[in-house]
């Protein structure tokens, strides 16, 4: 009897953990909602800003017949110093959504650790932050519960100084990693060099009227577009992670589910067996009861 | 009538994106007026108070913080960091997003002047607003 209390206590035990994971589930769909259509109304500027950026670019070639001659633009092929900024999850059981982020960074680490280039490591989530506290690896910088809610402000929070450094030649390539969104069901990890831009932009050559105002202005405006470039693409980075970790977040609470599903399957089998076992050997106790009395 | 096409966008997404009949913008240099065929220039923007006529004569006005613009002939474009759109079709809607909009120039802006400028305009733009 103590058997069939048992299984029955796990059965009821797995469909709590049914409940609780299929509730995470629809959270998480109704969160990929929201965080996808942030992240579609964001395309919008990352459009307009390419466009700018890649005008601006070609109207100051013309002045100057040559480069642009800014730090964004100009690509060093022996970097020495290299940032690497990269986005987790605050949160776990996503399946392995903060893992994939973690081994490209780590990928990245050992590559340049091969060409001896120093790696300053800003990590933005908990859970990377986590990991690499518990490695032993140290980190420039980190930002925690940013990635649960990420805003414009938050973004600029955290790239300031990474972009401050870059302009100040302490630094000479930003590389941004997270893990972004593909579709419904899976996940894009991303690694993009931020800064040096890639150039040359693609250029339009359509504008060519195009004035710039105050006339001599064209270096300051490229500088501050390209800052709000970086700052949007950490932004981007921050809000795409978000949708992505959420539709992780929702094909692992679908599996988990379904297992415990399954799960429950097997016990009921078992307990359904337990069950008539022990009628079985009740019967057999009482008919050789009701036999040794004759 | 001529138009020109009017957007800004924000990296949280698209505030404005409309046909309208002039625009003034807050330049760096000084605030300047736009109107349709105007000549081809690019920008840096303070932060202020874009005033824009509609085509039906009213007027629409947004606060940004920062921000870039690119004119066309026959259009604007407002790249900003951060706007709110003052409007709403009951007072206490007007209300809110006035206080939204001081919020957000008071946290970025260092020049007082600049605040105080696009504060009274604001605040102007309230009161005179019919319902």
């Not at chain 1, 009821?12 to 953990?17: A, D, E, F, I, Y």
């Not at chain 1, 997270?178 to 069901?185: D, F, L, R, V």
């Not at chain 2, 007026?33 to 824009?52: E, K």
Request: charged content about 25%; hydrophobic content about 40%; aromatic content about 6%.
């Amino acid at each position: 009897m103590a058997n069939l209390k048992e299984i029955k206590r796990k059965i009821k035990s797995v469909q709590n953990t049914q409940k609780t994971t299929r509730a995470m589930k629809l959270v998480s769909t109704a969160k990929l909602k929201r965080a996808e259509m942030a992240a579609k109304q964001s395309r919008v500027y990352a459009i307009k800003i390419n466009e700018v950026l890649s005008e601006i670019a070609y109207k100051i070639n013309q002045y100057k017949n040559g480069a642009v001659e800014s730090r964004f633009f100009d690509k060093d092929e022996t970097p020495k110093i290299v940032d690497v900024i990269f986005v987790t999850a605050d949160k776990g059981l996503c399946g392995g959504f903060n893992i994939q982020t973690i081994k490209a960074v780590r990928k990245l680490l050992s590559e340049y650790a091969d060409q001896k280039i120093t790696v300053r490591l800003h990590a933005v989530g908990r859970k990377g932050i986590a990991f690499f506290n518990f490695q032993g690896i140290e980190l420039h910088t980190s930002y925690a519960g940013v990635s649960s809610s990420p805003s414009y402000e938050k973004a600029q929070e955290i790239v300031q100084k990474a972009i401050q450094d870059f302009i100040d030649k302490k630094t000479d390539k930003v590389i941004l990693v997270h893990n972004g969104y593909k579709n419904m069901i899976s996940q894009e990890l991303k690694v993009v060099d931020v800064v040096p831009v890639d150039s040359p932009l693609e250029v339009l050559e359509t504008n060519s009227l195009m004035e710039l105002e105050p006339d001599e202005s064209g270096e300051e405006i490229l500088d501050s577009l390209l800052q709000k470039y970086f700052e949007y693409n950490m932004y981007y980075a921050l809000i795409d992670s978000l949708a992505a970790e959420h539709s992780a977040r929702m094909q692992a609470m679908e599996n988990a589910t379904n297992n415990a599903k399954e799960r429950v399957n097997v016990l009921t089998l078992a307990y359904n067996k337990a069950r008539q076992e022990s009628i079985t050997t009740e019967l057999i106790e009482i008919i050789s009861g009701v036999e040794s009395m004759k | 009538m001529n138009t020109l096409k009017l957007e800004i966008v924000t990296p949280e997404g698209q505030i404005f994106s409309n046909d309208v009949k002039s625009v003034t913008l807050p330049g760096k240099e000084g605030e300047f007026g736009v109107l349709p065929n105007h000549a081809s220039l690019v920008t840096l923007l303070q932060a202020g108070v874009i005033d824009i006529e509609l085509k039906d004569g009213n007027h629409d006005i947004v606060a940004i913080n920062w921000g870039h613009s690119k004119v066309d002939e026959n259009s604007v474009t407002v790249l900003a960091d951060g706007a709110v759109s003052i409007g709403g079709s009951t007072e206490s809607e007007v209300a809110k997003s006035l206080e939204a909009a001081k919020a957000l120039l008071k946290s970025i802006s260092d020049s007082d002047v600049a605040i105080a400028i696009a504060t009274a305009k604001m605040e102007s733009f309230a009161k005179t607003r019919k319902f």
